[in-house]
């Protein structure tokens, strides 16, 4: 079976590729990432740290790449539109060469095409990919948000960003046989679902058809509670790939069952995340300042460390708001702190499927200043959880065996 190329649109920090990874493990090696998109240069650089090796292949990237000066990098970066906070265009060249220097390696590492409002479609058009991955911005959608959702319709809404991949589709000339969204439950709601069949019904028309479900990691192999929609869209499909959103929902739960975690397994995951005895440094940074806010934080937040049923709430991008996924009490003598703490970075990105060994790629750039806890927390919240991706992987593999 020929691989199956996969570029990985808004890639974040790179849960398919990790799905990948974990597959190659088990055996299937089916799936191979081409390329990636995004603008956020922090999570282009948590993408190539944790899947490309980023911190020991820097420095001979950039000189294999002829990138041995500043006025060079500044060169190549200038051909990309790229954010420090994820939302704005930001004016890169004003940082320090040093950054500079691991953004361009980790841009080429991860294959970065850069904006998807902005990519050049003649690129992926030589790359050629079976499968484009699009999780798009999710804030005009989720209900945190409520107040300014605008959906997929209005351009000032992020999430409308999503029309971008139609624009790419449009204009590709090899059209990719699979695309596989994720999104939040909301989409589905009835404030939104006329948008989502608009967008189904131009998927559609360019031959597309769209199976789409709810899948919630809990029970697939992971022990937090994340419901979240996917939708697998086939191009000219035969009729035998899937009969509707019903087959494809089953589908998905028989391969979630095989993995779903019980009471014994949960606590043996919940035991390798949490380590409440440990007082390293990642911990006592997680530790609650002693506020009204927080104290009132705490009141309303589940303890983590009381946990009899070794499930944990939806991993956030921020913890410190109400509702968070809980918080962990923490004994210590420091001033002005509570005895609880947040999760730590590591144990966010952990619960999103992702190893300890994995993180510990991130810990020279966070030692370096260029990864906050700010931009981790956010990180990991943003991203998919990677056992349900592996899962949905796993069907496409099936499907293609049997053809």
């Known amino acids: 079976m020929a691989k199956i190329k996969v570029l990985e649109a808004f890639s974040g920090i790179g849960a398919q590729a990790k ?105 992926i058009n030589k790359l050629k990919p079976d499968l484009i991955t699009y999780s798009f911005p999710c804030q005009g959608l989720s209900i945190a948000n409520m107040g300014r959702a605008k959906g997929i319709m209005n351009e000032e809404s992020t999430s409308s960003l999503v029309w971008n991949i139609y624009k790419i589709l449009e204009s590709l000339k090899h059209k990719p046989k699979y695309l596989l969204m994720e999104n939040v439950k909301n989409l589905l709601s009835n404030k939104f679902i006329d948008q989502y069949k608009l967008w189904l019904k131009n998927l559609e028309n360019m031959g597309y058809q769209t199976y789409t479900t709810t899948i919630n990691a809990l029970n697939c192999g992971s022990i937090q509670k994340r419901e979240r929609v996917f939708a697998i869209s086939i191009y000219k499909p035969d009729r035998y790939f899937l009969n509707d959103d019903l087959d494809f929902s089953e589908h998905i739960s028989e391969l979630c069952n095989l993995e779903k975690l019980d009471f014994v397994k949960r606590k043996e995951k919940f035991n390798e995340i949490f380590n409440f005895r440990l007082n390293n440094e990642e911990n006592t940074n997680a530790l609650i300042n002693n506020t009204p806010s927080r104290i009132r934080l705490v009141n309303e937040s589940k303890i983590i460390n009381n946990s009899k ?10 913890q410190d708001r109400i509702p968070c996924c809980g918080v962990v009490e923490h004994d210590n003598d420091k001033e002005n702190k509570l005895k609880h703490r947040f999760l730590t970075p590591r144990e966010a990105f952990m619960l999103m499927g992702f190893e300890s060994t994995d993180f510990d790629k991130l810990l020279p750039f966070i030692e370096k200043n260029i990864l906050t806890k700010e931009v981790l927390y956010r990180q990991a919240g943003n991203s998919i959880v990677v056992q349900v991706i592996e899962k949905i992987f796993k069907l496409i593999n099936n499907k293609e065996k049997n053809e």
């Open 19 to 123: 799905a990948i990874t974990n597959l190659q493990k088990e055996g299937i090696l089916s799936f191979k990432i081409i390329g990636t998109i995004d603008w956020d240069v922090r999570a282009i650089i948590s993408y190539a740290a944790i899947h490309n090796n980023l911190w020991k292949k820097y420095k001979g990237t950039l000189k294999s790449n002829k990138l041995d000066s500043e006025e060079q990098i500044d060169k190549f970066l200038n051909n990309f539109n790229l954010s420090l906070n994820g939302k704005t265009k930001s004016f890169i060249l004003r940082k320090d060469y040093f950054f500079k220097q691991i953004l361009a390696a980790a841009i080429l590492l991860s294959k970065n095409l850069g904006d998807i409002t902005s990519v050049d479609v003649q690129k």
């Open 309 to 318: 049923d070794f499930i944990i709430n939806t991993v956030t991008t921020k």
